[in-house]
């Protein structure tokens, strides 16, 4: 069998091409340039050129071809423009997922099979397993045998969530030769084999585009545009209708009598925790989380799903300014009056260039707590900001995927209006997987999480998992 190895220069797509090499497979290798410095002025710390020349010495080393590709007008087409329309409405998405999706399991798969491969392989920290029925034999469904994606054996590198998004002819045509490996075993194969990739550092930042500020990247396109930083005080919760429907809908969701929790506790994704199915988890979830009544939930209207996972709208905090004299000549000067709900606290460069939980980049002093941001509006162009972990506006406990964004990587278990199921979820890279109720309805599919959400943003992924770790399917926000 024939197998072209995307080759990037790192150590992880090293070690899959020799080991193809070893268990006897055809291997080439194939190198992808998708992002041209010379299209802007933008450098990331991701050089290509440099990369080119480690993953050529790579195939030298292990002795199989070596081929380059230019793809860059397609990463470009379908990634680039893809990122700026998605933050340009007030979204954030995850150019990676896309990345994999449109270029590397399509347009670098075409490439491949046009050099006569039948399989490429990557070095993602995954695995793929076919789907066997009761018999033993691989299922096949419209004449495409089925596949099982599970997470990769190290818990840190899992990178099955930038997969989410592959469809079943995809994953049959890739092999990933390293998902059942650790990262320090796989950086051990590379030295015992000499690789000149062995101790190269992973890539990080934008998928082939680097470790770049953010906001200098989209300002290619986007224009800056100044406006309001606007501070939302914890009274806003206290008489906001949205917010009180929130925590009284889910109050009566749940099992026992009680007040339902809103507020999820903060540790860091790469903190330690108790283990639950090769993840991380904070020690006291189990005690903490929502348990709610799955009879209660099914009795949901459409209309009152829909409200628990619409974000709050922070509209209504309006500022008026009055008149009033300073200093010993009483110079008439204007203010803003005082609001017990918000206080305008800085400026911004533009409200697209900044996304829901980021705490970096706002310059604003004077609290003892981080300031995170909990809300962006894109046509008035303010940022809500609030301030500590604990912030009422971090934490989201249901998220909505429209019926049009829903994907099933095993469209077998698809699941059909009325019906409620319990998943393991995550709505970002190297997040703890989450326990939620899934809910189908004509409108889309609801997720109601056990324990409260942060930071979550519309246009970021949720991907869902069985409890044996396979992933099932994933949606945008």
């Not at 650790?182 to 030295?191: F, G, L």
């Not at 406990?397 to 990587?409: L, M, P, Q």
Request: hydrophobic share 35%; glycine share 8%.
């Amino acid at each position: 069998m024939k197998v072209c190895v995307g080759l990037s220069g790192g150590v992880d797509s090293s070690v899959a091409a020799l080991l193809l090499k070893q268990q006897g497979y055809d291997v080439f290798a194939m190198f992808m340039q998708n992002w041209h410095d010379a299209d802007s002025t933008l450098h990331g710390d991701c050089e290509w050129e440099e990369d080119r020349f480690v993953a050529e010495m790579v195939a030298r080393k292990i002795g199989i071809p070596f081929y380059f590709i230019d793809l860059s007008k397609e990463y470009r087409q379908r990634v680039v423009d893809y990122m700026f329309n998605e933050y340009s409405n007030g979204r954030t998405p995850n150019p990676d997922v896309l990345c994999n999706r449109e270029i590397k399991f399509d347009a670098f798969l075409e490439a491949a099979r046009k050099l006569g491969a039948d399989m490429v392989a990557t070095g993602h920290y995954c695995r793929k397993e076919p789907l066997l029925d009761a018999d033993g034999r691989q299922v096949v469904l419209d004449g495409q045998p089925q596949w099982r994606i599970l997470e990769g054996t190290d818990p840190n590198k899992d990178q099955s969530y930038f997969l989410c998004q592959l469809s079943q002819e995809q994953i049959g045509m890739a092999l990933f030769p390293i998902g059942h490996l650790t990262k320090p075993e796989v950086r051990q194969i590379a030295h015992d084999a000499d690789l000149p990739s062995a101790d190269k550092k992973d890539s990080q930042g934008i998928c082939f585009v680097g470790k770049v500020d953010l906001p200098t990247f989209l300002k290619q396109k986007l224009a800056p545009k100044e406006g309001d930083v606007v501070e939302v005080y914890d009274a806003f919760y206290e008489q906001d209708p949205e917010y009180s429907f929130v925590r009284q809908t889910l109050s009566l969701l749940l099992k026992d009598q009680g007040e339902a929790r809103m507020i999820t506790e903060y540790s860091s994704e790469d903190s330690g925790g108790a283990s639950f199915n090769n993840r991380k988890v904070s020690s006291d979830a189990s005690s903490l989380a929502n348990e709610y009544d799955e009879a209660k939930v099914a009795a949901l209207s459409d209309e009152d799903l829909e409200r628990l996972s619409r974000p709050l709208s922070y509209d209504s905090i309006r500022f008026e300014t009055e008149t009033y004299r300073s200093g010993k000549h009483h110079v008439k000067k204007t203010r803003y009056k005082e609001n017990p709900f918000g206080k305008i606290v800085g400026r911004h460069e533009g409200a697209q260039f900044y996304t829901i939980g980021q705490r970096k980049g706002l310059s604003i002093g004077g609290h003892k707590d981080s300031i995170f941001i909990i809300a962006t509006d894109i046509e008035k162009n303010v940022i809500y900001v609030g301030e500590g972990h604990s912030h009422k506006g971090l934490s989201r406990c249901c998220v909505k995927v429209a019926c049009e964004n829903i994907h099933w990587i095993r469209e077998d278990l698809a699941m059909k209006d009325g019906e409620i199921r319990r998943y393991r979820v995550r709505v970002r890279y190297r997040q703890p997987l989450q326990d939620a109720l899934l809910v189908k309805r004509a409108s889309g599919l609801y997720f109601l999480f056990s324990m409260p959400q942060r930071g979550v943003s519309s246009g970021q992924f949720a991907v869902w998992h069985a409890a044996d770790g396979e992933m099932l399917g994933s949606g945008v926000i």
